[in-house]
């Protein structure tokens, strides 16, 4: 009984986290801030893909969307020159 209370309130908590991280990521003015933040965002959604066991699912997402994603993607912008540098 209240194991699946517990599960059904990280059911409602992980999505509306994932909503926010998102938000977040969207107003940041840092990029990799923003990079990070998305990498944020893709490990709560393969805890998600886990809590709805979908273990083979959430290890792709942790694998390819927190890290890899966000390797090329700082990658990128440190690749890149500010503005003011240029």
Do not use: C, W
Request: charged share 15%; hydrophobic share 65%; glycine share 2%.
């Amino acid at each position: 009984m209240l194991e699946d209370t517990m599960i059904n309130i990280v059911h409602i908590v992980v999505p509306i986290l994932i909503v926010v991280v998102s938000i977040y990521a969207i107003y940041l003015k840092d990029l990799i801030a923003a990079a990070i933040a998305v990498s944020a965002m893709s490990l709560l959604l393969s805890l998600e893909f886990y809590i709805l066991q979908a273990p083979d699912v959430a290890i792709a997402e942790v694998g390819l969307g927190a890290f890899l994603t966000t390797a090329i993607l700082i990658i990128a912008i440190r690749a890149t020159k500010k503005e003011e540098e240029a």
